[in-house]
């Protein structure tokens, strides 16, 4: 059993990424399995397992918490260096700002209605 410390290198924060419970995570690595004779991406056994993970399968970073079985603190610190190693891709969800107002989208559902 490995501390969480030890695995995120005594580090709390993901730097200056910032990642929801919901940012969907993508691997598009070629899975190592695949091609043993090839070098791995240099990361540490539980990033590895979040790339195996992601590969082929889009997962929430609540999802890969509770696969890995980890901390969600921890799960973020890991995907900040498997992101900054440009190894993973996060989308991320859509600010409550960005969305549109209910009053709006009652008034277009109005408007059709009385098509």
């Known amino acids: ?3 969480p410390y030890a695995m995120t290198g005594g580090r709390t924060g993901a730097g200056e ?9 993508v691997s598009d690595l070629p899975d190592p399995a ?4 090839g070098p791995g991406p240099p990361v540490g056994p539980e990033q590895a397992r979040i790339l195996r993970l992601c590969l082929g399968t889009p997962l929430s970073v609540a ?5 890995l079985d980890l901390p969600v603190g921890v799960v ?3 995907l ?12 991320r969800p859509v600010p409550p700002a960005l969305l549109p107002d ?4 009652q008034e277009v559902i109005h408007g ?3 098509l």
């Open 1 to 3: 059993m490995v501390r």
């Open 17 to 25: 990424q910032q990642f929801d419970l919901i940012a969907v995570v």
């Open 34 to 37: 695949l091609a043993p004779d």
């Open 63 to 67: 999802e890969l918490a509770a696969e």
């Open 76 to 78: 973020r610190v890991l």
């Open 80 to 91: 900040g260096d498997l992101l900054a190693a440009g190894l993973v891709r996060v989308n």
């Open 102 to 105: 209910e009053r709006i989208l």
């Open 112 to 114: 059709l209605r009385a």
